[in-house]
């Protein structure tokens, strides 16, 4: 293929899923860097490498409430041979002015605070036995324990976090702890999301006749939110040329993506591949997928924008396996981090999938005695949302099959990624 998408218009061919997949992604690069504060780094992706500006920790300090020593003083210290050592000061977590450690001498200490000089070594509080200024040891702990040096868990210069890292909790918490305020990351992408349908009314409004309720918009809100991208929902678009003109104009100049359900068939008003076409080279064609076959993609003003079909579960599902991987790679993932993860389980029972196409059939999984068991979420039309909200993955027919019996082995696109189904 050397155009995505196909510049003919409606193509009577599919275009196979794996074709329309590597046509979006290679027409998409991550975001320009930018510099974003420590709290608003969650989950972006490193656009360089960090190094430590610090030794970390940045001096040597105890690891235990105890008394700072000299390791050599406390040679042959045991129960029934205790030593005695005067205790001349006391060192706290952020004590920046120490007093010095003779032979013959401790200094109270607590966890975190400085090792003074002249101590190497600290004696937990636990070993000793303190009686006026004197404390008795009953323990050689040997030459430098509980002291944790400086620069032993990183020290400076050393790069701490390569370019490329997904910056999850742990990630934030050394970047602070090398002193980091701030990093360069690819930003998350800010997703503008359109409805388009004169049937469509909010939530809560009251639903005349013919008229049903606008879920694709809040369904793709959450969505792209989950996928880790920043969404803006826009006002719902009639199916009128000038009002979608102008919408996805709007949306186009607004956001990094836009992202439209709904006028991209075949139907007598679908006017949104019309209008989009003139926007850009944004074009409809059709993917070999259930459900979701019709599809646009394409620059609306410079701007990538997919539009997705109106049923709402042809809509979740071409977003999770089409539109999630555009989103993540504008934020900068890697190609093995665009998609969500796989299992590979067992058919609970039969399952049917049209000559040519790849199914994406929404299934629960268990944990069975043989491994992982996939069962269909019954009624699988492209209009029955109740089959999602039941679903635990994406169930993946390949398009050479049109049947699989119980028991053959399936991939599953796992959509809770929080349950633990790998046992
Ligand atoms: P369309 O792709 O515009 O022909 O719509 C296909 C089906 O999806 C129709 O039954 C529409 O009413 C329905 N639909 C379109 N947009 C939405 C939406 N935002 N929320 C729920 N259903 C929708
Ligand atoms: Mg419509």
Redesign the pocket.
Known sequence: MTTFPPDRPNPPDLVPFAEARAGVLERLRPLPVREVGLGDALGCVLAADVAAAEDLPPFANSAMDGFAVRGADLAGAGEASPVALKVTGEVFAGTGRLPTVQPGEAVRIMTGGAVPPGADTVVPVEQTAAEGDTVLVRLDPGPGRFVREAGEDVRQGTVVLPRGRVLDPAAVGMLASVGRRAVAVHPRPHVMVV???D??VEPGDPLGPGQ??????WLLVAQVRAAGAGAFRCDKLRDDPAALRRGFALAAAEGDFVVT?????V?ER?YTKQVLAELGDVRSFRVAMQPGMPQAFGLAAGTPLYGL????VSCFVVFETLVRPALRRLAGHGDDRLDRPRVVARLGGPVRSPAGKVSFLRVRLEVGDDGLVATITGNQGS?VLSSCVAADGLAVVPPEHTELAAGSAVQVILLREDMAWVS
């Open positions: 409805s388009t349908g049937e469509l049903i309720r606008d879920s694709n918009s359900s709904g006028g991209v068939s139907g679908d079909p109106g049923n709402p209009g």
